[in-house]
């Protein structure tokens, strides 16, 4: 088989790190371009030394002609409201000379379908509403079918795909009380990324936990989209996101009321149902609990579901790795179903 060539615009950053990773070792894929504007002419090995022997390339600036010309897709791994204008530009360029590239964003720039909720949210206005209706949110245990139609994919955040995956069957089901979802969460340090900040500091993470951005996490603008699709109400999130001292992972603890015909053992065979065959979720029998550490170095999200016979409440606790299934595995993931690729190749499932 013919192996896809790929490129990364954004070569530099931590998920692009374990993208890098996941496509050296992907059987049908050669890595053909790596762009990074703040580290130029570098050879990657020496930007993430974990590669090398693996990955010898150099990285180069943003050609946008050459992006078309040599690859297939494409992963832009650009900070939020960075590159959602060349975006529109790179994937109108591709047409005119008629590539076959396909665009996988590791960015928020098109995860929410309304422009209007871009200055709410995110602090920039989005001017794109046609790209935004075109993109497709890219969580493949949701909306595979049309993933491997797209031209380009939203991927999801770490916080949404962790909440998404563990709330979705019971919306869809309706078969919760309300339209208010209670979410309180933790993340790895990881999650804030490189550039040293308050959430990644040793001197304010060690030894404590931290609350931020409680109420006002723009992440919460695409669980309600994405969940007001599936129950096809207005769902609105109470998000509550912590940090925790260590590197990788998240854990959200998800609080929803069952209607009075739901009963417990019929919420557990309908996760069940939903699930089945979807080779990256571990629903865990009753009494057990999910575990970062399950979780860590894989494209798994561990679902655990407890219900509160005294209060009416069902917890719903999902973890997943923030930089795997909850960033470039779940991209790597998406290019599979784009490109008629077993879904679950080159992503372990296993530590």
């Not at 949701?142 to 949404?160: F, M, S, T, W």
């Not at 894989?298 to 009416?312: A, F, H, K, M």
């Not at 909850?326 to 993931?333: C, I, L, T």
């Amino acid at each position: 088989m013919q192996k896809v060539r790929a490129g990364i615009v954004g070569a530099a950053s931590l998920l692009s790190s374990v993208l890098l990773r996941l496509l050296a070792l992907h059987r049908h894929v050669e890595i053909v371009l790596l762009v990074s504007e703040t580290k130029t002419g570098k050879k990657v090995e020496d930007v993430h030394r974990e590669l090398r022997g693996a990955i010898s390339k150099k990285l180069v600036p943003y050609n946008p002609r050459e992006i078309a010309e040599q690859c297939e897709v494409v992963f832009l791994c650009k900070s939020h409201g960075e590159f959602w204008k060349k975006t529109g530009e790179l994937i109108a360029l591709a047409k005119r000379m008629k590539s076959v590239l396909k665009v996988i964003d590791l960015s928020a720039d098109y995860r929410l379908h309304d422009p209007e909720l871009y200055p709410v949210w995110y602090g920039f206005e989005h001017k794109n509403a046609r790209l935004l209706r075109d993109a497709v949110y890219g969580l493949p245990e949701i909306h595979a079918r049309d993933i491997k139609e797209a031209e380009l994919v939203a991927n999801p955040g770490c916080y949404p795909t962790c909440v998404l995956l563990g709330a979705a069957p019971l919306f869809q089901a309706k078969v919760v009380d309300g339209t208010t979802l209670i979410v309180d969460a933790c993340s790895g340090v990881s999650g804030a990324g490189l550039r040293p900040n308050e959430r990644n500091l040793a001197m304010y993470t060690m030894e404590n936990i931290l609350p931020y951005r409680v109420a006002s996490h723009p992440h919460a603008a695409e669980m309600e989209q994405e969940l007001t699709h599936i129950a096809r109400e207005r769902i609105q999130v109470t998000f509550v996101p912590h940090v925790v001292a260590f590197k990788y992972g998240m854990l959200t603890n998800i609080y929803l009321r069952l209607k009075k015909r739901a009963d417990y053992k019929s919420v557990v065979k309908m996760y069940h149902k939903f699930y089945q065959g979807k080779d990256f979720i571990r629903l865990l029998p009753e009494g057990e609990y999910p575990q970062i550490r399950n979780v860590v170095g894989t494209n798994l999200c561990e679902i655990g579901l407890v219900y509160d016979q005294r209060t009416g409440i069902l917890i719903v606790m999902s973890v997943i790795d923030n930089l795997m299934k909850g960033g470039s595995g779940q991209a790597v993931q998406n290019m599979n179903l784009m490109f008629g690729l077993e879904e679950k190749e080159g992503l372990p499932s296993v530590r």
